[in-house]
């Protein structure tokens, strides 16, 4: 029997089987690599996080420096309050760990529509985030010279797509340590030089002005800066924008964890 | 295109026959899919930077570039003609995603630097241009030859610019598992009191297109044939 290739019925049929084919196959690849690709996100996490401590690892190391320098991992939600805290080893595939929170989806699947409509008004942001049952991951780290550092993770908008990054604060906590930045597609030679560390250098040693209109700003290029600002990439606007908008929103949640241990100190 | 129709003739060869190895060789000079077809030379000129990229580059193309030629070959009878373009496609596409997330399992590194460019293979001329000009109407034999031929010429362009590039704009070379080396004592360069500066305009895009300018200017006057009559 011939089968004529060009009818209508065979072209179903045969878009049909391939499309079962390649789903198949590549939904038994994606499977099967799934827990390598999650052990190498998990050590890009760490060196992230070692990274904004101003300590270098590579993926051969990042596990046992992780665990050297980061004493503990917190959890806390959206008023500041305590969740959770863990400091024995990091288990990636446990899901209660803070190490485990997934900020980028979070901020994906919530906080990002929620900063949209609020448009700048606190007040109707914090009601719409109220219900999604957010959690804020913070590492407690001990450096080398034997200063206190909290290092957390901030994630925001760019110009086409999500940016994020880590800061570091000191024991006072409101001085940046240090801080690193990076994005998915940010314009090369704009936008992308959020990453490098001409810009991430100039956030060390800036404060946080605690009470003041705004904690940090990254201001337009060429603008003078103070101790609570610095100066934004020329021709990345938006992607500068983003990193102020980011660091803002995400350091007020954990200034209100800061102060209630502050206080509970006294 | 003389070769498709000699493979085509040739019907009993043996694998490595004079019409054979045309498919192998031709691809590295006289035909080569970069510096005479003018292929694929946008992922050509991004990830030239460094040697080690345009390795893994090179062997993700390769394999893409086999596995699709010999698939496409094997289904050319199957493959209805008016969604052909389709399922080349989705052939390609397939192999690219594989090659995605074993880069993404195995050299995590190499493919956040490579990033969307290995998913730009889907789009690179020369496995499309392959495809539809090649396996659609050759025997798995010749259009696996054909995949490597045209799969080296690729890469040994973009090897031999990666290296250029890399050692005057960054006086190291790298290759996958050994990272960078650089072989030029660190007291020689200018920011340690010596005299030798890195050029920095050879890590910049322009000089790759500035770089295989070189090479097909080199490549014309020694093969004469490929010049153009006004």
Not at chain 1, 53 to 64: F, K, L, P, Q, T
Not at chain 1, 169 to 175: G, I, P, Q
Request: proline content about 3%; glycine content about 8%; overall charge negative.
């Amino acid at each position: 029997m011939a089968i004529d290739k060009n009818s209508t019925g065979y072209t179903f049929i045969f878009s049909i089987a391939m499309v079962v084919v390649v789903g198949t196959s590549l939904a038994f690849t994606a499977l099967s690599l799934k827990d390598r690709q999650d052990a190498n996100a998990a050590d890009k996490k760490m060196m992230d996080i070692l990274r904004a401590i101003g300590v270098s690892a590579d993926r051969s190391n990042a596990n046992d420096l992780f665990a050297e320098y980061v004493v503990e991992r917190v959890a806390i939600d959206l008023e500041g309050r305590l969740v959770s805290a863990i400091s024995d080893a990091v288990n990636p595939k446990d899901k209660s760990d803070p190490f485990s929170i997934d900020v980028k989806k979070d901020y994906r699947a919530s906080i990002k529509s929620a900063v949209k409509a609020a448009d700048g008004d606190e007040l109707a942001m914090a009601k719409s985030l109220a219900d999604a049952d957010l959690t804020f991951p913070l590492f407690r780290c001990v450096n080398d010279a034997n200063q206190n550092l909290f290092v957390i993770p901030v994630v925001g908008s760019g110009l086409w797509g999500p940016i994020w990054g880590y800061v570091a604060l000191e024991e006072d906590m409101t001085t940046i340590f240090g801080a690193n930045f990076d994005h998915k597609t940010e314009t090369p030679g704009l936008g992308a030089e959020i990453k490098e560390s001409f810009f991430t250098d100039k956030f060390k040693g800036k404060k946080l002005d605690v009470g003041g209109s705004a904690l940090f700003s990254v201001l337009k290029g060429g603008a003078l800066t103070d101790e609570n600002s610095v100066d934004g990439i020329t021709g990345g606007t938006i992607t500068s924008k983003g990193v102020d908008e980011m660091i803002n929103r995400t350091l007020k949640v954990y200034l209100r964890y800061f102060e209630s241990q502050t206080q509970a100190r006294i | 295109m003389s070769a498709e129709t000699a493979a085509a003739t040739a019907k009993k060869d043996s694998l490595f026959s004079k019409k054979n190895r045309k498919l192998l060789i031709d691809p590295l000079d006289d035909s080569n899919p970069i510096t005479v077809q003018v292929l694929g030379i946008c992922s050509a000129l991004a990830i030239t930077v460094q040697l080690q990229q345009a390795v893994i580059m090179s062997l993700s193309v390769l394999f893409v570039m086999i596995g699709g030629n010999v698939i496409v070959s094997l289904l050319r009878n199957m493959i209805p003609d008016r969604i052909r373009i389709i399922v080349q496609l989705v052939v390609v596409a397939s192999l690219v995603i594989i090659v995605d997330q074993v880069l993404k399992a195995f050299q995590p590194d190499i493919s956040e630097k490579l990033s969307v460019f290995v998913g730009l293979i889907i789009t690179n001329c020369i496995i499309m241009g392959r495809l539809e000009a090649f396996a659609l109407g050759n025997k798995p034999g010749p259009s696996f030859l054909d995949a490597i031929g045209n799969a080296m010429g690729y890469a040994w362009i973009l090897l031999a610019v990666s290296i250029i590039r890399e050692v005057f704009g960054s006086g190291a070379i790298s290759l996958p598992g050994m990272g960078q080396v650089k072989f030029l004592p660190a007291e020689w360069f200018m920011s340690e009191g010596g005299f030798y500066e890195n050029n920095n305009l050879m890590i910049l895009p322009p000089m790759a297109l500035i770089t295989v300018g070189v090479i097909i200017w080199i490549q014309r006057s020694r093969n004469q044939s490929l010049i153009e009559e006004n």
